[in-house]
């Protein structure tokens, strides 16, 4: 694979900050890149604890993958270092992951927040779906936060173990193994399990594993919590449709939660 030779980054420009947790092949830093033109940016350091080379390609994918998207609700490749030790440099997302934003503010979220929030990851993953990519791993906790108004759509490694044989890797792909059924479309499937797990995360009650239990044996959940719109359920029931053709369209779901978002907005001014 190759990276485009603007991506190359001298460590001299950064500097490590602080540890935020640990990756698939290392530690993950805080940190700061002061650019060429003297600009400090805060940024997110990806290490690679093993140097062999078979190691380090693979943990390169993700830059491979991510120099491909430029959304504003998914998380921007900066750069790299490829000589020893490899380092992998994005955009950092100041609040870190969603699924512990959530529960750490649960009682600071109101409805139009978690609508925000569906709105922007439906407007990313239908932007991968342009450009014919599958992300493969679709969690709350691959979803970060920039700001409390901004979240983004993160960790695109493809180095994972595939264990799901409906799905086989094909080159240039993120497969979508872990939440997909096998007669899904895929796309919608992967909207309606963020949408759930953000709606969920919010909702006391039904962990969220068992959420996706819940959903991949073809069963159905009851509404989040009193506060979901029930327009935004309705919305989750289509898109639980058991024949795919009858789910909606990605820009459909797009489209309807802008309008439910709208209708949020408005009752709350009156
Ligand atoms: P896994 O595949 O198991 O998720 P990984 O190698 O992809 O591992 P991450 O989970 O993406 O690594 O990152 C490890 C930790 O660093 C997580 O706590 C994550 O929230 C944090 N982190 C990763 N990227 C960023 C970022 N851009 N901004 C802020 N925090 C980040």
Known sequence: ????????IDRKQIQMIEALGHGQFGEV??????????????????????????????FLEEAYVMQKFDHPHIIKLIGVCTTHPVLLIMELARLGELRSYLVANR???????????CQQLSSSLSYLETKKFVHRDIAARNVLVSNHECVKLSDFGLSREID???????????LPVKWMSPESSVFLQMAVI??????????EGIPNSDVIDKIENGERLPMPSPHCPPQLFDLMKECWRYE??????FTQIEDRLRFILKTERSNDNS
């Open 107 to 117: 009682n600071d979220f109101d409805v139009i927040t978690l609508l925000v929030y």
């Open 194 to 203: 963020l949408i759930v797990n953000v709606l969920y995360c919010f909702s």
């Open 244 to 249: 795919p053709s009858m789910r909606p369209s």
């Open 1 to 8: 694979a190759i990276l485009a030779p603007s991506y190359q």
């Open 29 to 58: 830093y805080r940190g700061i890149l002061k650019t060429e033109q003297q600009i400090e940016l805060n940024i997110a350091i990806k290490t690679c604890k093993e140097q062999d080379s078979l190691t380090t390609e693979k």
């Open 164 to 174: 799901n044989s409906y799905y086989k890797a094909s080159k240039g792909k993120l």
